[in-house]
């Protein structure tokens, strides 16, 4: 029996069909790492895209140095020439198309990068197993999954992000509070007015503020809002996200 399995072992380290099932197992369990953090976090591009690409990745590299083996033995006068490198190079360009399907951009805001930078980390180590790197795939597999997992808890805390937001304020014409308003604004350090928009119905006698404001992400709106709702004037209020300029 153990014998057995020494001879299994010895022809999977050996043989070029076991090595090359080394390299795509190892493929799909660097993909299925990296793709259970996306498919956590209810990415589109989660744990099977990860894989499959991934162990592609790996195909197409072993599909490369195959060639090359191939025709090895044709001489330099031969027409035929072999690029072990160009399947690769047309992997990877190839991926951007890809990644540039999982990014979605919306107001203010651009979502999606790093799952199209994990689907290119993906390519990159399955180019690198299929070529038999094992240790650097290894390497780049353990450095690559404390970055999906932890810097995600931590970037809130550390970074604190510029927010761009449209407040509009709505109140009766009988008083203008938008000097009051301003001072409300203005108690907050992380808030800054780019500009104010007014708009007046004469015929409800309303009047309509929309102030556009840069704020750090961990900005409290509640406090500003029960600040503003102080105000007796105030009839209305509301904010959205706004463009990045």
């Given at each position: ?129 299929g070529a038999g790197f ?65 708009y007046e119905d004469r ?43």
């Open positions: 029996m153990l014998e057995s399995l020494y001879n299994l072992s010895d022809w999977f380290l050996h043989s070029d069909t076991g090595l090359v099932f080394i390299k795509l197992v190892m493929s799909v369990i660097s993909g299925l790492l990296i793709g259970y953090e996306r498919e956590v976090h209810g990415q589109a591009a989660g744990l099977r895209t990860n894989i499959l690409v991934c162990l592609a990745g790996c195909l197409l590299m072993i599909i490369s140095l195959e060639i090359t083996e191939i025709f090895q033995n044709y001489s330099q006068e031969s027409t035929i020439r072999v690029n072990p490198s160009r399947i690769a190079s047309y992997a990877v360009a190839g991926m951007g198309f890809l990644g540039a399907g999982a990014i979605i951009k919306g107001k203010g805001s651009v979502r999606g990068l790093t799952t199209a930078a994990s689907l290119w980390m993906v390519t990159a180590l399955g180019l690198a197993i094992f240790i650097p795939a290894f390497l780049t597999l353990l450095v690559s999954l404390p970055v999906l997992y932890n810097l995600r808890l931590l970037k809130p805390d550390i970074i604190k992000n510029d927010v761009h937001t449209l407040l509009t304020v709505k109140c009766s014409c009988i008083v203008y509070p938008l000097n009051h308003i301003k001072d409300v604004l203005n108690q907050y350090k992380d808030v800054t007015i780019e500009s104010i928009n007014y015929e409800y006698c309303t009047a309509t503020y929309t102030f556009r404001l840069i704020s750090k992400n961990d900005l409290k709106w509640e406090t500003i809002i029960n600040s503003l709702l102080q105000i007796e004037s105030i009839l209305e209020l509301s904010w959205t996200e706004a463009d990045v300029p």
